[in-house]
């Protein structure tokens, strides 16, 4: 069983900067495939970013150009440094494992970890 802690959330002025991290237990983290995803309210989920076990990226055309996943598979982190906030990505962010697969990383229904989530607010 993997858990999640994600941490790093908090408030910023537009075209500010945050961190996000998720530091992973439970399991063989190098082996899993990340990701962060987002719910603003009254709002679906959103794929924001993932990284697989290959280190190979992927992002929401959304955040493309302004935000980076990364992982640390020494220290069992994924990291999400968010630039250029926008007021539209405000949301609870969270962070999401599944073991390593080679389909699609884009939907939350292929993630059965979860963290608890971290607010990120973006003030205009």
């Known amino acids: 069983q993997v858990q999640l802690v994600e941490s790093g959330g908090g408030l910023v002025q537009a075209g500010g900067s945050l961190r996000l991290s998720c530091a992973a237990s439970?399991?063989?983290?190098?082996?899993?495939?990340m990701g962060w995803f987002r719910q603003a309210p009254g709002k679906e989920r959103e794929f924001v970013a993932a990284?697989?076990?290959?280190?190979?990226?992927n992002y929401a055309d959304s955040v493309k150009g302004r935000f980076t996943i990364s992982r640390d598979n020494a220290k069992n982190t994924v990291s999400l440094q968010m630039n250029s906030l926008k007021p539209e990505d405000t949301a609870v962010y969270h962070c999401a494992a599944r073991y390593r697969r080679t389909t699609a990383q884009t939907m939350g229904r292929d993630y059965p970890y979860w963290g608890q989530g971290t607010q990120v607010t973006v003030s205009s």
């Open positions: 439970g399991g063989t983290f190098s082996n899993y495939d």
């Open positions: 990284v697989r076990w290959s280190s190979i990226t």
